[in-house]
């Protein structure tokens, strides 16, 4: 039984479904509704954490085949990473990374100025160098969870959306079951990938689990001429050419982070994450505050539970924002300038205080599992998570325990994701 229809948990249906194991999936929306329908479609190794290193190549893999193992478009294109560097500081603090793309085998490179300006000839912006993964790809979010959700469920899973999981029920201090809006299903394993609300849901269960969400506001632009040949990234910008020839556009430091009381509960173990990560996150204060304020720890499972009250996550994109980024493609891409904005949206990326993921079981709980923590870079990953928590669950997986949830609260100190980009 797993609980959230974004990435993670259609790819572990998938993968699951694939092998015989009876599989439902419940989704309080729609598929992809919450991060893995909003995000900008990158598909990259370049600069993640090394314990994310493994599974991330493993992602790469399944990614070039996905379309025809599932027999439907994801969208996916490897046209490489690159993040370019506008002084010598910045270009020492990417080329740190490569000893942990040596130590794979990844094919990351030092580029050179002349380099990134091949890579993005319709640029202004004059770059030093940068570091450039030509294995990296992209894929399109609105096609990829839902196309393999399909999948999933043509290999035998019970994919169930507009239905909200309310809780777990336990018999002898295990799960037997989980209750949903429509009534109960029997269950000894849950998987629970909830995303941005995994750590209330888990906290209704007395498992404490440390997140805390940060808002981006995206663009999606009309067709437009090509100015680039791979997914950019700068201080600035994170740009990459969709399938259909307009391009995903944000601005890659303007994040917001919306106080909470979670805030104040997780803000200890926070503070280097948001120096180092999200450096650039604004703060404010708000209607979010009083909503988880007003929001019970606990809730009735005959009663209409917080998931149902808010089917899907859906943030006001910045009008600020919005304007930020349209200048920013006028003064950077000239032969852009004037493209009409297609749409524009806001996701909350959720995030652990390391910037790593949390794939385990519950300490307190057997049979409650727990895939979330994907913190800004899930959907690339995705469906090697899948692939490894499918296998945590059958017991035939590799080993997890970079990812347990333990390491917040054994005194060690914490490893902080060394670039998450
Ligand atoms: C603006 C933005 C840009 C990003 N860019 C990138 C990128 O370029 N590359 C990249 O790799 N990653 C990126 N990410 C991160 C990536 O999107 C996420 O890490 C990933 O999608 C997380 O997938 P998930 O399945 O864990 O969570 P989600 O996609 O959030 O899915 C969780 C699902 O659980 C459901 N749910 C929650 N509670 C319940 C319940 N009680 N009952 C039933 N259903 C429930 C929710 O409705 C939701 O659909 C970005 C994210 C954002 C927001």
Redesign the pocket.
């Given at each position: 039984m797993i609980?959230?229809?974004?990435?993670?948990?259609?790819?572990t249906a998938w993968f699951l479904a694939r092998q015989g194991v009876d599989v439902i999936l419940?989704?309080?929306?729609?598929?992809?509704?919450?991060?893995?329908?909003?995000?900008?479609?990158?598909?990259?190794q370049q600069g993640r954490d090394a314990r994310e290193m493994p599974m991330i190549m493993e992602s790469l893999r399944i990614w070039r085949t996905l379309a025809e193992d599932i027999g439907e478009d994801v969208g996916f294109m490897q046209t490489g990473c690159l993040y370019a560097a506008r002084t010598d500081d910045e270009l020492d603090n990417y080329g740190a990374w490569l000893p942990t793309a040596k130590e794979h085998g990844l094919d990351t490179r030092v580029v050179s100025g002349d380099e990134v300006a091949d890579l993005v000839p319709g640029a202004t912006a004059k770059w030093k160098g940068g570091i450039y993964t030509a294995s990296d790809g992209?894929a399109e979010?609105h096609k990829a969870?839902p196309a393999i959700a399909r999948a999933a469920s043509r290999s035998g899973a019970s994919i169930l959306t507009s239905?909200?999981?309310?809780g777990v029920e336990t018999q002898a201090g295990r799960v037997s079951a989980v209750v949903?809006e429509f009534g109960t299903i029997k269950t000894s394993v849950v998987l629970?990938?909830?995303?941005?609300?995994?750590s209330?849901?888990c906290r209704s269960l007395d498992i404490p689990l440390p997140q805390l969400t940060v808002?981006?506001?995206?663009v999606r632009t009309m067709p437009g001429e090509q100015v680039l040949s791979t997914?950019v990234w700068d201080h600035d910008v994170?740009i990459?050419r969709r399938q259909d020839g307009g391009y995903?556009v944000?601005h890659s430091s303007f994040l917001e982070h919306a106080i909470v009381p979670s805030t104040f509960r997780f803000a200890r173990r926070y503070l280097r994450a948001f120096r180092q990560e999200f450096g650039g996150v604004r703060l404010s204060i708000g209607r979010e505050f009083v909503d988880e304020w007003r929001m019970p720890r606990r809730w009735r499972l005959d009663a209409q539970?917080?998931?149902e009250k808010?089917?899907?996550?859906d943030p006001r994109p910045r009008p600020r924002a919005i304007a930020g980024i349209q200048k920013m493609i006028d003064e950077r891409f000239p032969r852009l300038a004037g493209i009409g904005i297609a749409e524009a949206?806001?996701?909350?990326?959720?995030t652990t205080p390391d910037v790593v993921?949390v794939i385990d079981e519950a300490e307190n709980l057997p049979g409650f599992f727990i895939?979330?923590?994907?913190?800004?870079?899930?959907?690339?990953?995705?469906p090697g998570?899948g692939k490894a928590i499918a296998g945590m669950l059958t017991g035939t997986g590799t080993d997890l325990s970079e990812f347990r949830l333990s390491r917040f609260f054994d005194g060690m100190p914490l490893r902080l994701n060394e670039k998450a980009g």
């Open positions: 609980i959230g229809g974004g990435i993670v948990g259609v790819s419940c989704e309080k929306g729609h598929i992809a509704g919450e991060q893995s329908g909003r995000n900008w479609g990158w598909v990259r992209q979010p969870a239905c909200a999981v309310r949903t629970c990938a909830a995303g941005a609300w995994t209330m849901f808002r981006g506001t995206v997914c994170g990459r995903n944000a539970s917080p998931f808010t089917r899907v996550l949206w806001a996701g909350e990326v959720e993921p895939a979330t923590g994907l913190s800004g870079h899930g959907f690339g990953i995705g998570a």
